[in-house]
């Protein structure tokens, strides 16, 4: 019997998972998206282009191998199309290797337009969603009034539609937001005939049957960690289960069935949007993070806030994750800084802790633990061995705090640009 890997995200997201994806899954029969949306924007580099994916699991590139959006996903027809025919324009033949979950969940225009006023109502309280309409849609899943892919086949589907659209526009009148869909709403409608041509799929049976048949699947998530809607930084937060745990959840696997939990962190931290961030960087060293990273969302463009590594957070999603092994990206974007440092504990209110923390609007000053730079072009190097003894130093001291080994380092975006000890 095989069991499902699962990689994921351990800090705020774009931690690089779309390129490990692509990296391990020659490993793999099939890679499964577990949850999230279009709110993901997953990069993946290699032969000289550049991809961008949202919906469609990292696996795609590689041939042969079966993707799956799994039930734990929401989908919006419009951004599916548009992400799916750019592939196969590209020459990528996806109607044959990708498969749709009929329990994934419907993203509806307004869906969109629930999450654009919801955050206009929030005012200086808002979260800074990714305004694809994400919370809206996870809303009406846990209220049970949600629609279903499945639902597209059935002969009801456009009488469902307009009474949830009806409840939708009730709730848009009361938070007086404006608005016109009927473009959008005539898109979504041919999208949705596009999507019919796809293998909707109960997803369950097909990824315990290819795990009963010896075959390895590997679930790809989305966001990360500290933005679960359990155990991330509450508000701002998705509205998914993005730890490991999701991956049962979102795909119908028994936690049994998990084996390895591949961790995937930034050598430093991001985060867009709203929300604590212990260890942003405000001066220059925080700009310079930014612009030697590239740190603007895959999808909107957005800066993204930049600072240092912190342990602490690193080990709680450890410990909620179970991960097994850590992949550590972007390294080379501190390849000039004389130091580095790393958060190891909080001070709150005068006391020191390991712990992060359930009020997330405590003010926390970080403790840090400084690190001499390695000063050299760790693109250079292509074995573990290769290293400088700085960045050696760096590795090992985040393995002895987590307890977990770091088992691919990448260092550049390109596929090539990936070490694996
Ligand atoms: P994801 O959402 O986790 O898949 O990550 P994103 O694609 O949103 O953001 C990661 C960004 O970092 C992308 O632009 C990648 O091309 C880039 N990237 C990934 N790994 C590395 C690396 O090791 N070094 C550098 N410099 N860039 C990387
Ligand atoms: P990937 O998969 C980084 C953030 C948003 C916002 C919060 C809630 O590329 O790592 P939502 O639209 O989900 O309701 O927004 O979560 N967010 C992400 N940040 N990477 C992502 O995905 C994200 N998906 C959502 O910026 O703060
Ligand atoms: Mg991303």
Not at 164 to 173: D, F, M, Q, Y
Request: net charge negative; with cysteine.
């Amino acid at each position: 019997m095989s069991k499902v890997d699962v990689i994921l995200g351990l800090q705020w997201g774009d931690e690089g998972k779309g390129k490990v994806v692509d990296v391990l899954t020659p490993r793999y029969q099939a890679v499964a998206r577990f949850q999230g949306g279009p709110n993901a924007g997953h990069t993946l580099e290699f032969n000289g282009e550049k991809y961008i994916l949202r919906s469609i699991p990292s696996g795609i590139f590689q041939g042969g191998k079966t993707n799956i959006i799994g039930n734990g996903v929401v989908l919006d027809p419009i951004l599916f199309r548009e992400e799916a025919t750019a592939l196969e324009r590209s020459g990528h033949n996806l109607k044959d290797r990708l498969q749709i979950s009929k329990k994934a969940h419907l993203i509806l225009p307004t869906h969109r337009m629930l999450d654009a006023a919801q955050e206009a109502a929030k005012g200086s309280a808002r979260i800074g969603t990714t305004g694809k309409g994400i919370g809206p849609t996870y809303t009406d899943k846990v209220s049970r009034t949600g629609m279903r892919v499945g639902e597209i086949l059935s002969d009801t589907f456009r009488e469902t539609y307009e009474r949830v659209k009806a409840r939708h526009e009730a709730t848009l009148r009361s938070l007086n937001y404006s608005y016109d869909i009927a473009a959008l709403e005539k898109e979504w409608f041919e999208a949705v005939e596009f999507l019919k041509e796809f293998r909707l799929i109960d997803s369950e049976y097909e990824i315990n049957r290819l795990l009963d048949r010896g075959q390895a699947v590997l679930a790809e998530g989305a966001q990360g960690t500290l933005l679960d809607i359990d155990f991330g930084s509450y508000p701002f937060v998705t509205s998914s289960n993005t730890v490991c745990a999701g991956a049962c959840t979102g795909l119908g696997v028994a936690p049994r069935r998990i084996g390895e939990v591949f961790g995937i962190f930034k050598a430093y931290c991001t985060r867009v949007g709203s929300g604590p961030f212990p260890t942003e960087l405000f001066d220059e060293t925080g700009t310079r993070l930014r612009d030697i990273g590239h740190e603007y969302g895959a999808v909107t463009g957005r800066e993204r806030r930049c600072g240092w590594l912190d342990l602490v957070a690193l080990k709680y999603a450890v410990m909620i994750d179970g991960v097994t092994q850590l992949i550590m990206m972007k390294s080379d974007v501190m390849n000039d800084f004389d130091t580095i440092k790393v958060a190891t504990a909080y001070e709150i209110d005068g006391h020191r802790t390991d712990r992060f923390p359930y009020d997330v609007e405590a003010p926390i000053t970080p403790v840090y633990e400084e690190f001499r730079g390695w000063k050299c072009d760790l693109r250079k190097c292509t074995r573990y061995e290769d290293f400088p003894a700085e960045f050696k130093t760096y590795v090992e001291f985040i393995e002895q705090q987590t307890g977990v080994p770091v088992r691919i380092i990448s260092v550049g975006p390109d596929r090539d640009e990936t070490i694996v000890r």
